[in-house]
């Protein structure tokens, strides 16, 4: 009887630990501002962007997605201007090879084990790819971040 009684006092500790983990959590962002779009340049245009939380000390298997936005589709997403699109792309690397998303169909999304209690700052990388043929205008979309902890 001893037993269950410490493994029901041991769980309630767990989830009031984690309660108040969530409570103590601070999450900010920055925008991805690409700025001037030059319809003629045959380079990308380029942008970063960051997530920035602090969660308890016990917090972990911390997830961090990035949702679709309004394109509904992780390959492009789309800035839009009115129902013109304008394709670009967030990823979790400097190189812009692995596209940020939730972890499915061929994106990834950040995971950390463990995060001590540290504030942590993940760098979003933003693209525009060359040769797209749109009218002047500011385009914009949402993204959602996800923090589960």
Excluded at 67 to 83: I, K
Excluded at 133 to 149: E, K, L, P, R
């Amino acid at each position: 009887m001893l037993t269950k009684w410490t493994l029901a006092i041991t769980v309630a500790l767990a989830v009031l630990a984690s309660s108040e983990a969530q409570a103590a959590c601070t999450i900010s962002t920055t925008n991805v501002a690409f700025g001037t779009y030059n319809v003629f340049n045959s380079s990308p245009t380029d942008s970063t962007g960051s997530i920035t939380f602090k969660c308890g000390f016990f917090d972990f298997n911390i997830l961090v997605a990035l949702s679709q936005g309004a394109s509904g589709s992780y390959f492009p997403r789309t800035l839009r201007r009115g129902s013109g699109p304008l394709p670009y792309n967030l990823y979790r690397d400097a190189a812009r090879t692995s596209v940020w998303g939730n972890g499915s169909g061929g994106t990834s999304q950040y995971t950390n084990p463990w995060s001590f209690g540290q504030t942590i700052t993940l760098t979003i990388y933003g693209r525009v790819d060359p040769g797209a043929d749109v009218s002047a205008g500011t385009y914009a979309d949402s993204i959602v971040a996800t923090v589960n902890f």
